[in-house]
């Protein structure tokens, strides 16, 4: 599977983005998927996951309420809605994409190439 993330850029505080990940090669159907955030000096940490049917999602603390994920599966692409920005979510957003359900970023098998969001205050 490749992954290839898209839609960061700068925003204000309060603003909103949507960032998307579309997959091609195997089935994408077949992969929970998930966001994950590295912003600078900091370890990789997981936002959001969503089951290989979208009928299950899970968010970090830190995000619920204001992210939702979401799938496409018919256009292999899976997305971040995210609201409410705050300064703090500035990071460089990851996709990944694995068989299993987890938060763990170990068990994610695939992963796209980031793309990079600024929240300004």
């Known amino acids: 599977v490749q992954l290839q993330a898209s839609g960061g850029g700068l925003v204000q505080a309060g603003g909103s983005l949507r960032l998307s990940c579309t997959a091609s090669?195997?089935?994408?159907?077949?992969?929970?998927m998930g966001w994950f955030r590295q912003a600078p000096g900091k370890e990789r940490e997981f936002v959001a996951h969503?089951?290989?049917?979208?009928?299950?999602?899970y968010y970090a603390d830190s995000v619920k309420g204001r992210f939702t994920i979401s799938r496409d599966n018919a256009k292999n692409t899976v997305y971040l809605q995210m609201n409410s920005l705050k300064p703090e979510d500035t990071a460089v957003y990851y996709c990944?994409?694995?068989?299993?359900?987890?938060?763990?970023?170990?068990?994610?098998?695939?992963w796209g190439q980031g793309t990079l969001v600024t929240v300004s205050s």
């Open positions: 090669g195997r089935t994408f159907s077949s992969y929970a």
């Open positions: 969503i089951s290989w049917s979208g009928g299950s999602t």
């Open positions: 990944a994409a694995t068989l299993g359900g987890s938060i763990y970023l170990t068990k994610y098998d695939y």
